[in-house]
């Protein structure tokens, strides 16, 4: 099972809006003709439940977008590009490079805009106004984004096993379900999770997922702790498999377990659990188990059975469909209060349309830099191939107050200023 992987995505630049002039002959004072530039596509992911794995997306992989079709004359628009949507397993959590969760996407249809298309840039049509009767400027298209994010698959189980290894967990899920998990009597025979439905009829089942077991110490990553933790969160109820012969005290094994469980997570610890003692089929162990019993039954629902001989697994399996259905039941109430199931994400849009944060840098004598995500932004949309688009820009940088900035850095008349790839001298 591939769990966790790296992507790269890269949306579509928009299209060039487009100068060009009405010339024919029978229409007089033709005037503007240049259409608009298409919109780059977009990448979005999609929560599909019937994907399973992230093992599409392993080994790093770049995904790119169309850019959009440039404009064209006769006030002919560019198409825009088509927006890709990559589907990913219900429980994926999307971050970035830094780790900080973008989309949590639990639900089928829950749909996170990973990477925005670039804007289409306006022809030179749009530019027309009573002062300006032919003008000579246009947009290019908004270039589209590049990132980096990590994809993390948490299972969407019903039922999770927790226990010590070799407890029999492998062996409770091929008992109750068709998966066929490997059992073997060493630790850490499961090393990836696997998952079985079980059903209690035909027509009622639920998903049990049979995860790497824990050791003292998994909370901090040791063994395969993080392996297994990072996919317990997910689960609706919690199996808390214990065997009877493990050691001399049950019970602490109990303890150690649940203590990794709630110093991962806290939260866990209001997470229903129900306790299995398992191998209850073997000679001299009732008194043991009774014992242990008692010690755990005033704060968990506590069943004796025996994995491997099909013992008291009927039993167990109702109760804990009967939680599974009261925790979708409540899952539902609470969507419902929320006003509706599917979710969307979207990028946030910190333009705000206030004057623009940036800052001036002295690069050496003589030379200064303008650096800031809006104001770079403004100067890519405009078209500095005529003598019109120059004027343009340098209009807005009048505008937002450039001419104080530079002062304020020490700038004299003959500086040279850089903004991205376009220089121009400073003069007050």
Same mark, same amino acid.
Request: hydrophobic letters at 35%; a neutral charge.
């Given at each position: 099972?591939? =769990?966790?992987? %790296?992507?790269?995505?890269? $949306?579509?630049? +928009?299209?060039?809006?487009?100068?060009?002039?009405?010339?024919?002959?029978?229409?007089?004072? +033709?005037?503007?003709?240049?259409?608009?530039?298409?919109?780059?596509?977009?990448?979005?992911?999609?929560?599909?439940?019937? *994907?399973?794995?992230?093992?599409?997306?392993?080994?790093?992989?770049?995904?790119?977008?169309?850019?959009?079709?440039?404009?064209?004359?006769?006030?002919?628009?560019?198409?825009?590009?088509?927006?890709?949507?990559?589907?990913?397993?219900?429980?994926?959590?999307?971050?970035? &490079?830094?780790?900080?969760?973008?989309?949590?996407?639990?639900?089928?249809?829950?749909?996170?805009?990973?990477?925005?298309?670039?804007?289409? +840039?306006?022809? #030179?049509?749009?530019?027309?106004?009573? #002062?300006?009767?032919?003008?000579?400027?246009?947009?290019?298209?908004?270039?589209?984004?590049?990132?980096?994010?990590?994809?993390?698959?948490?299972?969407?189980?019903?039922?999770?096993?927790?226990? @010590?290894?070799?407890?029999?967990?492998?062996? @409770?899920?091929? $008992?109750?379900?068709?998966?066929? !998990?490997?059992?073997?009597?060493?630790?850490?025979?499961?090393?990836?999770?696997?998952?079985?439905?079980?059903?209690?009829?035909?027509?009622?089942?639920?998903?049990?997922?049979?995860?790497?077991?824990?050791? =003292?110490?998994?909370? &901090? +990553?040791?063994?395969?702790?993080?392996?297994?933790?990072?996919? *317990?969160?997910?689960?609706?109820?919690?199996?808390?498999?214990?065997?009877?012969?493990? $050691?001399?005290?049950?019970?602490? =094994?109990?303890?150690?377990?649940?203590?990794?469980?709630?110093?991962?997570?806290? &939260?866990? !610890?209001?997470?229903?659990?129900?306790?299995?003692?398992?191998? $209850?089929?073997? %000679?001299?162990?009732?008194?043991?188990?009774?014992?242990?019993?008692? %010690?755990?039954?005033?704060?968990?629902?506590?069943?004796?059975?025996?994995?491997?001989?099909?013992?008291?697994?009927?039993?167990?399996?109702?109760?804990?469909?009967?939680?599974?259905?009261?925790?979708?039941?409540?899952?539902?109430?609470?969507?419902?209060?929320?006003?509706?199931?599917?979710?969307? @994400?979207?990028?946030?849009?910190?333009?705000?349309?206030?004057?623009?944060?940036?800052?001036?840098?002295?690069?050496?004598?003589?030379?200064?830099?303008?650096?800031?995500?809006?104001?770079?932004?403004?100067?890519?949309? *405009?078209?500095?191939?005529?003598?019109?688009?120059?004027?343009?820009?340098?209009?807005?940088?009048?505008? *937002?107050?450039?001419? &104080?900035?530079?002062?304020?850095?020490?700038?004299?008349?003959? =500086?040279?200023?850089?903004?991205?790839?376009?220089?121009?001298?400073? @003069?007050?």
């Amino acid at each position: 099972m591939h =769990d966790k992987v %790296k992507i790269t995505l890269v $949306s579509g630049k +928009g299209g060039d809006g487009a100068i060009a002039y009405r010339r024919e002959k029978s229409v007089e004072k +033709g005037g503007p003709y240049g259409g608009n530039g298409g919109k780059g596509g977009s990448i979005f992911f999609v929560a599909d439940n019937g *994907i399973d794995t992230l093992a599409n997306y392993r080994f790093g992989k770049t995904f790119k977008a169309e850019p959009g079709q440039n404009g064209k004359t006769k006030l002919q628009y560019g198409k825009d590009a088509k927006d890709i949507y990559l589907h990913i397993p219900c429980g994926t959590v999307v971050e970035d &490079e830094q780790g900080r969760v973008l989309a949590d996407l639990i639900h089928h249809g829950d749909t996170y805009l990973a990477v925005k298309g670039g804007r289409g +840039g306006r022809g #030179n049509a749009m530019f027309k106004s009573p #002062n300006r009767r032919t003008p000579n400027i246009a947009e290019n298209g908004m270039p589209g984004e590049e990132k980096v994010f990590y994809l993390e698959l948490k299972l969407l189980a019903d039922v999770g096993l927790v226990g @010590y290894p070799n407890v029999g967990k492998s062996t @409770y899920l091929s $008992s109750v379900t068709r998966a066929k !998990a490997e059992i073997a009597n060493y630790e850490f025979t499961t090393l990836e999770p696997q998952l079985g439905v079980c059903f209690i009829d035909p027509d009622h089942s639920f998903v049990i997922a049979d995860l790497p077991g824990l050791i =003292d110490g998994a909370s &901090e +990553g040791k063994g395969l702790g993080f392996t297994f933790l990072r996919h *317990i969160e997910r689960c609706r109820v919690l199996l808390h498999i214990i065997d009877i012969q493990r $050691s001399e005290d049950p019970y602490q =094994d109990f303890l150690a377990i649940n203590k990794e469980l709630f110093q991962y997570r806290p &939260e866990l !610890a209001k997470r229903k659990m129900i306790v299995a003692i398992n191998k $209850s089929d073997i %000679k001299g162990s009732k008194e043991k188990m009774l014992a242990l019993k008692e %010690k755990l039954e005033n704060d968990y629902e506590v069943y004796f059975i025996s994995a491997k001989e099909k013992k008291g697994l009927i039993t167990l399996n109702k109760r804990l469909y009967t939680l599974v259905k009261k925790s979708k039941e409540e899952e539902k109430k609470l969507l419902k209060e929320e006003g509706g199931e599917e979710r969307v @994400y979207t990028v946030r849009n910190s333009d705000n349309g206030k004057t623009p944060s940036y800052q001036v840098v002295r690069r050496e004598e003589g030379y200064f830099e303008i650096i800031g995500e809006r104001v770079v932004r403004t100067k890519k949309l *405009i078209n500095l191939k005529t003598d019109e688009g120059v004027d343009r820009l340098l209009a807005y940088l009048d505008r *937002i107050g450039i001419d &104080e900035k530079l002062k304020e850095a020490g700038a004299k008349n003959g =500086d040279t200023v850089l903004l991205d790839d376009f220089e121009f001298d400073y @003069y007050e």
